[in-house]
């Protein structure tokens, strides 16, 4: 099977069975109102979920899901795993000795015997027994093993840090409202069996409660579903005992940056030989090649290696990886290699090929802005070390602020200077116009924060903007905690001159007539300058804007 089929076939069934959590979650919480709605909530519950149709799909779903959880165990070379992923494979193999009893006690026993399973009967079977509290345990742990799945599905989606917070809240606040619900029910059939001693003995006759004989033919099934899961599960640990004899003997040589080199059986993939030594690896998927953040340059050893399946070649292409990068969780090397990842270890989900792919390190047509404060050093002068962080950070969210809302990207807040990239998703027209904007704003954001602390400050705020357009090499760049998306080159490189050029011409904002053209607006009632710029042959055209609002208002 294709690890993407594989794939698919988890997340489909994965969400199927989260679907029915949800929904009999949410039956739960009726009880926290009564025990008849929760009756009620019932029978829309059972007539979806118990048919002829719906009922066979959600068995395999659950059968194909955890035969998937079987293979992925399989298929590890080691468990060294992320924590997440401990967790995931940890809780998820102890829901079917929880789960057998519960599908067991209800449908099992309404199909074989005709049972009744309204909550009534199954509340009262529960509550105060063992049973109960088995079952209050499979709740929290199927539902933490599926939000944990969904949120590593989702979490490479655009789109999906919006929603985040509400997801959040709803996966924490529905299994304790489906607790309190099946608590109240306790209470509830508790108290009408102590005011009415006949009541309990009715509602088992009513619902055919399973005698004696019928329970031990139940017990005999839940130990056949038992036996089928724990066999298999002996299975798999056996076949990875005996695959790991057998290659023992065979083994290949990885060598990192660093020249650390690591030997590992034939059949580790790249990935869990940086796991099993210790090595970071950034693996935002964990593994399953989906984001491309795993992908390492093969410096040697390029030509024996194995060739890259489809799925592995179209998540590369995704990317625009050229032919000597491969995907570290999907590749097996056979003989000794030599590789560099290509993201840091620290890579996150904003690195991953679901992104817009410029992430990784791509050229891009964009605007560069820079912005520097104008004598921020007497303005710091014999003030407390608090005050002036606080007029910085004041400042800087002035700044920031107008950037963001424009549409550009601040990205280095270094002494009292900014820089920001616009049009790195829009392209270098739309970028030009954000940029104008952005600058326009700044100058009218940063006035009317002068005009708030006028009786802190000697003099206002006085800035200097410098904006430029052309090729620029963008991606996430630095080390350890210190990576983050910029863009590097001439481009940058000539916006941060124009920006200097502000003092020289006492102007707020200075641009290319590059700049001008790509956004389309005129600029020709604003003096004109050609400067040279270090490193380029031919001087640099620019305008000198005192008024950048003059030039916002042309935007509109
Ligand atoms: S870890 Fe995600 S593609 Fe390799």
Not at 83 to 96: D, F, T, Y
Not at 121 to 144: C, E, F, K, M, Y
Request: hydrophobic share 50%.
């Amino acid at each position: 099977m294709s690890p993407l089929l594989a794939r698919r076939l988890r997340v489909v069934s994965g969400v199927l069975l989260m679907t029915y959590l949800t929904t009999h979650f949410l039956n739960h919480t009726l009880g926290l109102f009564s025990l008849e709605l929760m009756e009620d909530g019932r029978r829309w519950f059972i007539a979806f979920w118990r048919n002829p149709v719906v009922t066979p799909v959600l068995y395999s779903a659950l059968v194909v899901h955890a035969a998937l959880a079987l293979r992925s165990l399989y298929r590890r070379r080691h468990l060294r795993l992320a924590p997440w992923e401990a967790w995931q494979l940890v809780l998820g193999l102890s829901i079917p000795p929880l789960l057998g009893t519960h599908i067991v006690g209800t449908h099992v026993a309404w199909a074989l015997f005709d049972v009744t399973d309204s909550y009534t009967r199954v509340v009262l079977a529960l509550w105060g027994h063992v049973a109960g509290a088995r079952h209050s345990l499979l709740l929290p742990i199927a539902w933490t093993h599926g939000c944990i799945g969904i949120h590593f599905w989702l979490r490479l989606r655009a789109g999906y840090r919006r929603v985040q917070p509400w997801l959040f809240a709803v996966a924490l606040l529905l299994p304790v409202l489906a607790f309190l619900g099946f608590v109240m029910a306790g209470r509830d059939v508790t108290a009408r069996a102590q005011a009415d001693p006949g009541w309990a003995l009715a509602v088992a006759r009513a619902t055919r409660a399973p005698g004696p004989a019928q329970r031990a033919a139940l017990a005999a099934v839940y130990d056949g579903i038992m036996i089928v899961y724990g066999g298999a599960l002996a299975l798999v640990l056996l076949a990875r005992g005996v695959r790991r004899m057998r290659q023992r003997s065979h083994s290949f040589r990885i060598t990192y940056p660093g020249g650390r080199d690591v030997v590992t059986p034939i059949g580790f993939t790249v990935l869990e030989t940086s796991r099993f030594a210790g090595i970071p690896h950034a693996s935002v998927c964990g593994g399953r090649g989906r984001c491309s953040t795993c992908r390492v340059r093969i410096l040697r050893g390029f030509p024996e290696l194995p060739e890259a399946g489809p799925d592995e070649v179209r998540v590369l292409r995704r990317v625009g990886a050229p032919p000597d990068v491969r995907l570290a969780c999907q590749l097996r090397p056979t003989r000794d290699v030599v590789v560099a990842p290509v993201l840091p270890a620290t890579a996150g989900p904003s690195d991953a090929a679901f992104q817009t792919d410029h992430r990784g390190g791509r050229e891009r047509e964009i605007a560069v802005l820079f912005a520097d404060l104008r004598g921020f050093t007497s303005l710091a002068e014999h003030r407390l070390p608090y005050d002036v962080v606080f007029l910085l950070n004041r400042y800087f969210e002035a700044v920031g602020g107008a950037i963001t809302r424009a549409g550009g990207i601040p990205n280095q807040f270094t002494g009292d200077g900014v820089m920001a990239l616009f049009g790195v998703e829009s392209g270098a027209n739309a970028g030009c116009r954000e940029a104008l904007a952005a600058a326009a704003a700044i100058v009218e954001r940063l006035a009317a924060l002068s005009r708030e602390l006028s009786d802190d400050l000697p003099s206002p705020f006085r800035i200097g903007i410098g904006i430029h357009v052309g090729p620029a090499i963008v991606g996430r760049m630095g080390y350890g905690e210190g990576v983050y998306f910029t863009a590097v080159g001439d481009t940058v490189h000539v916006a941060s001159r124009l920006e200097q050029l502000t003092k020289d011409y006492r102007a707020a904002l200075v641009i290319s007539e590059e700049v001008a053209i790509a956004a389309g607006v005129d600029v020709s009632a604003f003096p004109r300058h050609e400067v040279t710029v270090r490193n380029r042959g031919v001087p640099v055209a620019v305008r000198v804007i005192a008024d950048p609002s003059r030039l916002a208002a042309a935007l509109v």
